[in-house]
């Protein structure tokens, strides 16, 4: 067989079975921590932010309203049930994780700050917060607090998922779209069903992000979390691992249709058909488990 024959063949059954599925879900709690206000808290606000100590506000445009940080905790049990339904009890694999969030770009309170800049997503470990009842104009003591978050998070545990742009000026509500990074930490918080606190920062201090929280009213869009996961590319069997029983499964289907639901799974590389080339690709992939 000639060296490029060759190369054709592993590198086409090398190919997954493409059947990614996406499931969302919305916060349960999330607030913002003013720095200028420690004691504050402001869990009811129907806007977060996040901000550096050099913005300026966008009603009083030459006072700056210092340091903002935000809070979202997300329902992981919620995201598990959905995969699971969808793949198996956790016969799945974290492939993508994506924050959505909307700007207000003119916002009506003077505590906000707005310009463009960098602000950072932090996964942190701790759970334990509360969301309180505070609002801008009737802040509380009940919830997180900016006093508070030198106890909530740890640099030592805690892991940056990236640093992202928002828009910071125009009219409108633009979507800012997060692809967050994938430690093995974060996907194992994830795949346990609990729950997931990310913390965001700024990450220069020009930035005035403010956005829409899960509080907010009249329809408008909410910030959400979306995980996308697929099967572990070669198990065939779907035993969360991928070895010589996968091997062995899919020469028991060779040459056979793929229309039913065990030889669908032994066409590997989805090419409508089960022959040596679904078997290359269990070869490449051997000794992959789950996350």
Same mark, same amino acid.
């Given at each position: 067989?000639?060296?490029?024959?060759?190369?054709?063949?592993?590198?086409?059954?090398?190919?997954?079975?493409?059947?990614?599925?996406?499931?969302?879900?919305?916060?349960?709690?999330?607030?913002?921590?003013? $720095?200028?206000?420690?004691?504050?808290?402001?869990?009811?606000?129907?806007?977060?932010?996040?901000?550096?100590?050099?913005?300026? @506000?966008?009603?009083?445009?030459?006072?700056?309203?210092?340091?903002?940080?935000?809070?979202?905790?997300?329902?992981?049990?919620?995201?598990?049930?959905?995969?699971?339904?969808?793949?198996?009890?956790?016969?799945?694999?974290?492939?993508?994780?994506?924050?959505?969030?909307?700007?207000?770009?003119?916002?009506?309170?003077?505590?906000?700050?707005?310009?463009?800049?960098?602000?950072?997503?932090?996964?942190?470990?701790?759970?334990?917060?509360?969301?309180?009842?505070?609002?801008?104009?009737?802040?509380?003591?009940?919830?997180?607090?900016?006093?508070?978050?030198?106890?909530?998070?740890?640099?030592?545990?805690?892991?940056?998922?990236? #640093?992202?742009?928002?828009?910071?000026?125009?009219?409108?509500?633009?979507?800012?779209?997060? @692809?967050?990074?994938?430690?093995?930490?974060?996907?194992?918080?994830?795949?346990?069903?609990? $729950? #997931?606190?990310?913390?965001?920062?700024?990450?220069? $201090?020009? #930035?005035?992000?403010?956005?829409?929280?899960?509080?907010?009213?009249?329809?408008?869009?909410?910030?959400?979390?979306?995980?996308?996961?697929?099967?572990?590319?070669?198990?065939?069997?779907?035993?969360? @691992?991928?070895? #010589?029983? !996968?091997?062995?499964?899919?020469?028991?289907?060779?040459?056979?249709?793929?229309?039913?639901?065990?030889?669908?799974?032994?066409?590997?590389?989805?090419?409508?058909?089960?022959?040596?080339? !679904?078997?290359?690709?269990?070869?490449?992939?051997?000794?992959?488990?789950?996350?």
């Amino acid at each position: 067989m000639k060296p490029s024959v060759l190369f054709f063949l592993i590198a086409a059954a090398s190919l997954c079975h493409a059947a990614p599925f996406t499931a969302t879900v919305i916060p349960t709690a999330d607030t913002f921590a003013r $720095e200028a206000e420690p004691a504050n808290n402001y869990g009811l606000a129907g806007s977060l932010a996040v901000s550096g100590r050099d913005a300026y @506000s966008y009603t009083l445009p030459t006072q700056q309203m210092g340091r903002f940080d935000s809070f979202l905790c997300f329902p992981a049990a919620a995201l598990v049930q959905a995969l699971d339904t969808n793949f198996g009890s956790h016969y799945w694999v974290v492939t993508k994780v994506t924050l959505n969030l909307t700007e207000v770009t003119q916002p009506n309170n003077p505590i906000f700050n707005l310009g463009p800049g960098t602000f950072e997503v932090i996964w942190i470990a701790n759970d334990s917060w509360l969301e309180g009842t505070g609002t801008p104009n009737a802040p509380t003591a009940d919830g997180l607090r900016f006093q508070d978050v030198a106890a909530v998070i740890d640099p030592l545990t805690d892991k940056s998922l990236g #640093i992202f742009n928002n828009v910071g000026g125009g009219t409108g509500t633009p979507a800012v779209t997060c @692809s967050l990074q994938l430690p093995s930490t974060f996907v194992a918080d994830l795949r346990a069903g609990g $729950e #997931i606190t990310l913390h965001l920062a700024p990450a220069n $201090e020009d #930035i005035g992000f403010t956005f829409n929280s899960r509080n907010i009213s009249g329809g408008r869009p909410k910030p959400s979390l979306e995980v996308t996961a697929n099967l572990i590319p070669g198990d065939a069997n779907l035993d969360c @691992s991928v070895n #010589i029983l !996968d091997l062995i499964f899919i020469r028991q289907r060779l040459n056979q249709d793929v229309s039913t639901a065990d030889n669908r799974q032994a066409d590997v590389n989805a090419d409508g058909r089960i022959n040596i080339l !679904d078997l290359i690709a269990v070869r490449n992939l051997l000794n992959t488990k789950c996350q």
